[in-house]
């Protein structure tokens, strides 16, 4: 028996601990504003998280229920569904005033709202997340919301006056693109995922729906929200794969807009899909191989910690995780063993345990995968320098500090989106820039140092590299107001609570001499209330 093995419940403890959910076989999805029943074939949902035989110490997965596994014409019916309601930007949902679009928004915040705990519940069991990160997720998703409405409230304030320039009067409004396929990531289901659906819906757009592969059950709580709070066909959630359902819709060239979070790959096989990619706008969050860069200058045991907090917070399962570490190589003995031992302060335990950071990962062969790359860096020279780094039972591993790190390994260039914490030492800073500028993504990169004069080139250098620079702190994503970007291969479009408004949507420009019979022909139309595009509204 692994030594990690004894991690895993038995049944009779885990009934004790903390219940499995009874079994979900869900058929319904949402199309036109009403859940459909699926009469065919489901996909079973199983969890990270496995029960271990008593007497064998066998681990046996959990299976948490299923869920639909739609084919293409259902999910055709769903695009008509969006297709329809947005009506070619004539529909009822993209014409409706910016207040009544809020008050439907924060109708379906309300009713999200009462699902909290059955949300959190599931995303411990079908991701295995934490207690304190399920929470954190559900809870920063409502705050999203809360801080979209707010956003969309000062955009329209803004676009509330008229402007004059060169004798030309104006009115600036945005407004929506159309209809948008939405498809979140499985790493945080439904926070990333309604950090594109719910500016999208903001706007005026309609939307197809998909949720990520692992993470699916957990939406289930929330459909007939949708269902009550939206207009019909503005909102519709279909499930099954990707290759059957995705690569209709695109095909279609109805999907306006793809808002995708995922991998690279992924991302251009579906746009080249589509019929008429110069009519397909993309809001992109992709892969990233973010470094940290630690200088002569850095504070090593404060950076060991933030490094580390940064690389395997979830698991190491972020696209804003730290995902490889360049160190001076004259201070990698004094570095090493600070890694190693912040590494072995995490806990590793069921997400529902106290303390509980590493957690069973939901991918399956993933464990298979992580071991693979860890065997190619020792082929290669490397060597795991935290006791057990590596050791694995199931879908649990103890992450693995790995060092010396080379051009020639796998981890080098891969994302690894798992535990695994490669250092390489370099000899001149050169080295790093040349990596930082030569690789294929783009996303963000953390600077360590207390040196002012060693960090400030850098910045500068680094400012038309990545998307954004962290010094002294971990990659992330917060605070939702900064803009979140990448360049490369790592993001396409940018997306705070701000600048996801404008993603999805277009400037509109109305404009009139601004003459004096022009001025009067405009002010009848507003105080007669003939144009709501043309209307001044305050909204407080």
């Known amino acids: 028996m692994s030594d990690l093995t004894h991690l895993f419940p038995t049944a009779a403890e885990l009934a004790a601990e903390f219940p499995q959910p009874v079994a979900l076989e869900q058929r319904h999805y949402l199309v036109a504003g009403a859940l459909q029943q699926w009469p065919g074939e489901l996909a079973p949902v199983v969890s990270p998280v496995c029960v271990r035989d008593a007497q064998s110490h066998t681990l046996n997965p959990v299976i948490l229920g299923a869920t639909p596994l739609m084919d293409s014409a259902a999910a055709l019916q769903a695009l008509d569904a969006a297709v329809k309601a947005y009506d070619l930007g004539r529909g009822h949902w993209p014409t409706l005033p910016v207040l009544e679009r809020i008050r439907h928004i924060e109708a379906f915040l309300a009713a999200m709202l009462k699902q909290r705990d059955a949300v959190i519940r599931l995303l411990m069991w079908e991701i295995g997340k934490n207690t304190a990160d399920a929470s954190k997720e559900f809870d920063r998703t409502c705050d999203y919301i809360r801080d979209t409405v707010q956003a969309m409230k000062l955009q329209d304030r803004a676009d509330s006056h008229f402007v004059s320039e060169q ?130 200058c850095a504070d090593l045991a404060a950076t060991a ?44 335990a069921m997400p529902w345990r106290a303390g509980a950071q590493i957690t069973p990962m939901p991918e399956p062969g993933k464990t298979a995968a992580m071991r693979a790359l860890i065997e190619d860096a020792l082929a290669n020279g490397a060597i795991v320098q935290n006791p057990g780094g590596g050791d694995l039972a199931g879908p649990l591993m103890k992450p693995a500090l790995l060092y010396p790190v080379n051009p020639g390994m796998r981890l080098y260039q891969e994302e690894q989106f798992g535990p695994l914490v490669p250092l390489v030492p370099y000899d001149d800073i050169s080295e790093v820039i040349d990596y930082v500028i030569h690789s294929n993504f783009g996303q963000q990169l953390s600077i360590f140092g207390q040196d002012g004069a060693a960090i400030g080139p850098l910045v500068d250098l680094f400012a038309n590299q990545v998307g954004r620079i962290n010094i002294n702190s971990q990659c992330q994503r917060s605070p939702d107001s900064f803009p979140f970007t990448g360049r490369k291969d790592s993001a396409e479009g940018t997306l705070s609570v701000q600048d996801a408004l404008h993603q999805f949507s277009i400037p509109t420009l109305v404009a009139i001499k601004g003459t004096e019979q022009g001025i009067a022909l405009v002010r009848d139309m507003v105080q007669q209330r003939q144009s709501g595009f043309l209307a001044t509204d305050f909204l407080f």
């Open 305 to 348: 910690k933030e490094i580390i907090a940064g690389a395997l917070s979830f698991n190491g399962q972020r696209c804003t995780a730290l995902k490889i570490i360049f160190a001076p190589r004259q201070q990698v003995e004094a570095l090493l063993p600070l890694l190693s031992a912040e590494i072995n302060k995490l806990q590793l």
């Open 167 to 296: 004798g030309v009067l104006g009115k600036i409004r945005r407004v929506p693109l159309g209809v948008v396929l939405c498809m979140g990531p499985f790493n945080y289901p439904l926070n990333e995922t309604f950090t594109t659906l719910i500016p999208a819906l903001m706007m005026g757009n309609t939307v197809v729906f998909k949720p990520a592969k692992y993470g699916v059950l957990l939406i289930e709580p929330l459909l007939q929200a949708f269902a009550d709070c939206f207009p019909a066909g503005v909102i519709n959630v279909i499930y099954g794969r990707g290759r059957e359902t995705v690569g209709a819709l695109m095909e279609t060239g109805k999907v306006d807009v793809l808002a995708f979070i995922g991998t690279n790959k992924g991302a251009s096989d579906l746009k080249r899909l589509h019929p008429k990619p110069h009519r397909l706008k993309a809001v992109l969050g992709l892969d990233a191989k973010n470094p940290a860069i630690v200088l002569p």
